[in-house]
């Protein structure tokens, strides 16, 4: 009986290592983010590429999918470039091939696509299935002397093939087609730019090498969107964009007046901003008139068929189309910010925010090792084909000896190597040469073959050993590129423009984006605050908490401001849009600003552009004021009165007539002349009225030819002229008489 072979015990296991798990979870994530910022997420600053788009060309490039040939089913390119360079998912590299399609994404397409590659709608491509590519002119540049040693390959991620590290680039990708992408901790966001500036900017470069980004700025007037578009930034702002390589770009949709007939018009929106997706645009613009939100736009069609076409109807003929305009812009994505960060890889390697000298610099540097590298190349090519041809030169020259030796030696390349004094290439040519090409005719082709080699062969070594003639070729190179996509070709020709942002006035911007509706503003004793709708005269109904009060009332309407005076001196600003309404008790006014613990409200009253109003503290200092002034645009309030403790803010009157009627708690009233209270923007005032002791109790501006008014506490109204109101005349400052008009009220104010 046969035996059972033993089974050898498995080896012991390796010892078990310690490691401090902090260290290993540090070093495994520095793995991972430099794996992500060199392998997925930076461009490289040479050919403007991530890893992504430079295996998909290189992929291409490998099918032979040139401009002039026949298109290949998208699922052939990335079944390929996912096997053999790219093992990150098919999707990943297909969404990639469709945005380098896509006219509205990329400014220079590098694929050209047939078929659904999606629309600037935001539909989404059709499956690689049913899609086919190839590639455009655009990418034969970037591919350019790419079999001719002009660059380093590396392994791929199998190690049987070789992908390029980075591409030859004879065009400057990095800034013409821009890039978007997120690593870890960092991001880059390069917008898109117009080739023929760069390339102006570029030769401009290759004399003046200490150029700086200012002086480039005038020939790169900003970015040039796919979509066009109009940036309304400042050339200032613009400038120190590209010097920092920070910062962002207000893109603004291109916009035009159309005559609609009857005197009637509408705005039509031909280029909206780059990035933004038309169909979700539409739907956020019919939701915002839905809502009414946009008070003076009617109604949003889309009429686009190729060509982006938005027609905004506006609510009546005699609107203004610049602020409906400028109320649109704000709510809506037909103006967006487009962020800049310029961070690429520098040389490939490290990740660094530059400049755009920088950027040009590096794009140029990179010519320039492609140029000797390729120069090499070819001047190797020279040399062996200059040995080749004195080889068949001298083979002429002893003929009928080459024939006897190949007829005759058992081995006739060493033969040939010894009698002949050839290399063993040049023997190795002969050997491999037809005996119909050793001709008469054939030897004069290569004596001239030979001397235009030799005279190459003199101008490339001059070449590489001259670096202004190197930057001499790399200017003539820049300007054939610039002759195919000059500004007067179609690609070519700068989509994006430039102005300023109107300057359109603030609140009427503010009011065209609220629905003008009239209201009453209630506000009780303790500074609860609501709006109803409509205006009601009679508020003896409107319902208070138990120990609250009316203090104030007044018609407004949505798109009025309100002012609210405290009594330490400052003014605050409400909108009475954002006002809740008058179904509850409405809501403090401490909650919707800051007002300081310990401090009242004086008074509430709606905002008048250009009215003025007298203003005083409990102290009788005072002064007149706009209440231009007192709008303030944060929660903090304005300081417009100055008062010291103990002295309070008192009160704000309409300074309307020509005098000021002032009493104090004292029951002594002055008249003076409103002319003697100075006009100011903020401050303590002067002293309107004298007082041995107490304070301000109340103050009224009239006109004394039409005599002083006063409401009683029964509500009955008494008028003081002439000889009634003469004892009471005086200069600002003085001390007044006590009252004694007939009616005049206990609780020494004016009333109405």
């Given amino acids: 009986m046969a035996k059972t072979p033993t089974v050898p015990p498995p080896p012991p296991p390796p010892a078990a290592v310690q490691v401090n798990l902090r260290e290993a979870l540090e070093q495994r994530y520095f793995d991972y983010a430099l794996s992500t910022i060199m392998g997925r997420a930076l461009p490289d600053a040479r050919d403007g590429l991530k890893p992504v788009h430079r295996r998909i060309l290189h992929g291409m490039n490998i099918l032979r999918l040139d401009p002039n040939t026949p298109f290949k089913k998208s699922a052939k390119i990335v079944g390929d470039v996912m096997g053999s360079f790219h093992p990150h998912g098919d999707q990943a590299i297909y969404d990639a091939l469709v945005r380098l399609a896509q006219d509205f994404s990329s400014r220079y397409p590098l694929v050209d696509g047939q078929g659904n590659f999606g629309n600037i709608d935001g539909d989404s491509a059709a499956a690689y299935r049913y899609t086919e590519a190839r590639m455009t002119e655009v990418a034969g540049l970037l591919l350019d002397g790419i079999d001719e040693d002009a660059i380093d390959f590396r392994d791929n991620y199998s190690g049987d093939l070789k992908e390029p590290i980075v591409l030859p680039a004879a065009f400057p990708n990095l800034l013409a087609n821009g890039a978007q992408g997120i690593a870890v901790g960092m991001a880059t966001s390069i917008p898109p730019h117009n080739l023929a500036e760069l390339l102006d900017a570029c030769l401009y470069l290759v004399t003046r090498p200490t150029a700086t980004t200012d002086q480039l700025m ?306 009780s004793k303790k500074g609860w605050i609501r709006a109803l709708k409509g205006q009601v005269a009679d508020v003896s109904s409107v319902q208070f908490k138990n120990d609250d009060e009316l203090m104030t009332s007044f018609f407004a309407e949505t798109t009025s401001k309100i002012l609210v005076y405290a009594t330490n001196g400052k003014f605050f600003t409400l909108d009475a849009s954002k006002l809740p309404g008058g179904r509850g008790f409405g809501d403090p006014i401490r909650l919707m600003v800051d007002i300081d613990d310990g401090e009242d409200i004086v008074s509430v009253f709606p905002f008048a552009a250009g009215r003025k109003m007298l203003i005083a503290g409990s102290d009788s200092r005072g002064f007149v004021v706009t209440q231009d002034e007192m709008i303030s645009s944060t929660r903090k309030g304005k300081g417009v009165l100055g008062v010291d403790a103990p002295a309070k803010a008192a009160l704000a009157v309409a300074a309307g007539g020509d005098h000021v009627a002032i009493i104090g708690e004292n029951r002594k009233l002055l008249v003076f002349p409103l002319s003697q209270a100075p006009e100011m923007a903020r401050g303590k005032g002067v002293r309107l009225q004298k007082y041995k002791d107490g304070a301000l109790s109340d103050a009224k501006t009239f006109v004394l030819g039409e005599g002083l008014t006063w409401t009683d506490g029964a509500g009955r109204v008494f008028t003081a002229r002439g000889e009634d109101l003469a004892p009471y005349v005086g200069n600002r400052a003085e001390a007044g008489r006590l009252v004694t008009l007939k009616g005049f009220p206990k609780n020494n104010h004016f009333g109405g």
Wanted: charged share 35%.
């Fill in 218 to 523: 005038a020939y790169v007037k900003g970015p040039d969107f796919p979509t066009g578009g109009v940036v309304v930034d400042t050339p200032e702002q613009i400038a120190e964009t590209y010097r920092v390589g920070r910062g962002a770009f207000r893109l603004r949709a291109r916009w035009s007046q159309e005559d609609a007939g009857r005197g009637t018009w509408v705005v039509v929106v031909t280029e909206i901003p780059y990035g933004v997706q038309k169909g979700r645009l539409y739907e956020k613009l019919a939701e915002l008139v839905a809502d009414k939100k946009l008070p003076l736009v009617a109604d949003v069609r889309d009429e686009s068929a190729e060509d982006v076409r938005l027609v905004i109807e506006p609510r009546a003929r005699n609107v203004d189309p610049r602020v409906m305009m400028e109320s649109v812009f704000r709510l809506s994505e037909l103006e967006t910010r487009f962020p800049v960060n310029m961070n690429v890889l520098v040389d490939g390697v490290v990740p660094r925010v530059v400049s755009l000298a920088d950027a040009l610099k590096q794009w140029l540097d990179h010519r320039r090792e492609v140029l000797l590298r390729r120069s090499r190349f070819r001047l190797a090519q020279i040399e062996r084909r200059l040995e080749v041809l004195a080889g068949m030169l001298i083979v002429f020259l002893n003929l009928d000896e080459v024939i006897r030796i190949i007829r005759e030696e058992d081995e006739p390349k060493a033969t040939l190597m010894a009698k002949l004094a050839l290399s063993d290439v040049q023997a190795e040519y002969v050997l491999d040469t037809r005996l119909r090409a050793l001709r008469r005719l054939e030897e004069m082709k290569l004596r001239e073959e030979h001397a235009e080699l030799s005279k190459e062969k003199s101008e490339v070594e001059g070449l590489l050993g001259d670096e202004s003639r190197q930057w001499k070729t790399i200017s003539w190179q820049i300007r054939e590129v610039r002759k195919k996509f000059g500004p007067e070709t179609k690609i070519g020709k700068r989509r994006t423009t430039f102005e300023e942002a109107p300057k359109a006035d603030e609140a009427e911007i503010v009011e065209a984006m609220i629905e003008r509706e009239p209201v009453t503003v209630i506000v």
